[in-house]
């Protein structure tokens, strides 16, 4: 066990696209396995639905914010951020399994280094096989591989218990401090669907705070790819790139 002396206080925040028996899975995984007296929660739901889970029904705050009309990523969680006062800011994808607590070992991991700025853990599919949540700056070659050709391999070598400094992380875990992510501005609120996460890890990059991958602590990622074969996801993911490629260059940084 992974004992704390650093700030425990953490806001997690979930976004709900129509999946709430997803975000009702993973609630009851933090509410049955976390330390929930370091954890509250914010639920966005992004689209109407209804919840067959009330507010109260948890050992966390659960605090349930519902959308006038539905917002890209960055915006939903930059809202879920302004409302929050903690020391560290979790973003959460509704279709992640957590059955150990993963905020103790990446709080530490942000603790005993102070030039991180955001910790992920490692990303397990429910095969067993490590995902691709690690990744190399976005380039042109990196896109048409993954999108095009659809050839999506890890990207780093992850060890089970080697932390690595990639480019950026999937955005489905980050922890983050919250003082670093106000610094950079939150999320990039032009971006509305894809290329937030890449975004957000290389600014931090530039702003001095690093960004790793803790491979002693795993999460389950049971994914939901209901964009696949969407026109309007392809437009919106080809103008994020569009976006990405005019601001980015790799950042200079040891692996």
Partial sequence: MVTDNYPKTTVVSVVSHGQ?????????????????RDVSVILTI????????????FTFPL????????????????AAFDLSSADMFCVLNPDIRATRD??????????NNQRLGLVAPKIMNPEGGIEDSARRALT????LRRVILRK?????????SKNI?????????????????????????????YCEDADLCLRLWFAGRGVSLVGATRVVHAAQRASHGSLKHLMWHISSMVRFFRTFRRPRHAN
Avoid: C
């Avoid at 009851?28 to 929930?36: A, F, G, P, V």
């Avoid at 999506?152 to 089970?160: H, L, Q």
């Avoid at 983050?176 to 609120?189: L, M, P, Y």
């Fill in 20 to 36: 709430q028996h997803l975000v009702a899975q993973l609630l009851s995984d933090i509410d049955r396995y976390w330390n929930t």
């Fill in 46 to 57: 992004n689209i109407p639905e209804e919840l067959e889970f009330s507010e109260t029904h």
């Fill in 63 to 78: 605090l349930v914010v519902r959308n006038d009309e539905p917002k890209g990523f960055g915006a939903n969680h930059n």
């Fill in 102 to 111: 993963p905020l103790p070992r990446l709080r530490k991991r942000l603790a």
């Fill in 140 to 143: 042109p070659t990196r896109l």
């Fill in 152 to 160: 999506r391999g890890p990207e780093y070598t992850v060890a089970s």
């Fill in 165 to 193: 400094y990639p480019d950026w992380v999937a955005g489905m875990f980050m922890l983050v401090r919250s003082r670093d992510f106000a610094n950079v501005g939150g999320f990039n609120e032009r971006y509305f669907m």
